[in-house]
Nanobody
Framework: EVQLVESGGGVVQAGRSLRLSCAAS????????IGWFRQAPGKEREAVAC????????KYADSAKGRFTISTNNAKNTVYLQIHSLNVEDTAIYYC?????????????????WGQGTQVTVSS
């Protein structure tokens, strides 16, 4: 069973950076995609970025290009999301999720395993 545990959220001042972590376990092969999504209060869940378990390739939502960086530490089975120049619009619950078919498509319907989320609150 795939398990994902996010950490690293908190209250951060606007303009600062933050790194979120997603500890992943339970994969039976490397043919998966791990993605980061976020959901702000009153808004729909939004894709941020994803990374391939096969070759480490990455993909970003258009809205995430430039300030978000997804990366992996395979030795620690951890996927990171670095957010630069935080602003109040980044306030949301951030989730990592796994697509066990490795589609590299940022549609949340394709991701069937989800973590519990980590809250990021940006103060002005």
């Amino acid at each position: 069973e795939v398990q994902l545990v996010e950490s690293g959220g908190g209250v951060v001042q606007a303009g600062r950076s933050l790194r979120l972590s997603c500890a992943a376990s339970g994969f039976t092969s490397n043919e998966y995609t791990i993605g980061w999504f976020r959901q702000a209060p009153g808004k729909e869940r939004e894709a941020v970025a994803c990374v391939s378990g096969i070759d480490g390739s990455t993909k970003y939502a258009d809205s995430a290009k430039g300030r978000f960086t997804i990366s992996t530490n395979n030795a620690k089975n951890t996927v990171y999301l670095q957010i630069h120049s935080l602003n109040v619009e980044d306030t949301a619950i951030y989730y990592c999720a796994a697509d066990e078919f490795g589609s590299m498509l940022l549609y949340h319907e394709l991701f069937h395993s989800w973590g519990q989320g980590t809250q990021v609150t940006v103060s002005s």
